[in-house]
Nanobody
């Protein structure tokens, strides 16, 4: 059973950096494609980054391209989201999620994910 826990959120000034961590206490994360999503107050959940099971394929939307990088360490059962050049509009609760789908390499829609963490707050001040 996948049990995801996010950490690494916090308050940072615009232009700063944070690294979010998604850890799986069930020690099975290497069997799943993983994604990061975020949700700001009053807004829908938004896709932020995805990585394939192998870790060879990653994808981020244009809104964070060049600033956010996703990576995984299957030995540590962990997925990371490195965020640089943070902007106030990046403020949100960030969630990691694991997908058991086998139809593709990575997934960008929330319904494609089976397991979710509780989220970690990221606040970027201007």
């Amino acid at each position: 059973q996948v049990q995801l826990v996010e950490s690494g959120g916090g308050l940072v000034q615009a232009g700063g950096s944070l690294r979010l961590t998604c850890a799986d206490s069930g020690h099975t994360l290497s069997s799943y494609a993983v994604g990061w999503f975020r949700q700001a107050p009053g807004k829908e959940r938004e896709f932020v980054a995805a990585i394939s099971r192998s870790g060879f394929t990653t994808h981020v939307p244009d809104s964070v391209k060049g600033r956010f990088t996703i990576s995984r360490d299957d030995y540590e059962n962990t997925v990371y989201l490195e965020m640089n050049g943070l902007k106030p509009e990046d403020t949100a609760v960030y969630f990691c999620a694991a997908s058991s789908l086998l139809s593709g390499t990575y997934y960008t829609r929330s319904w494609e994910y089976d397991f979710w963490g509780q989220g970690t707050q990221v606040t970027v001040s201007s």
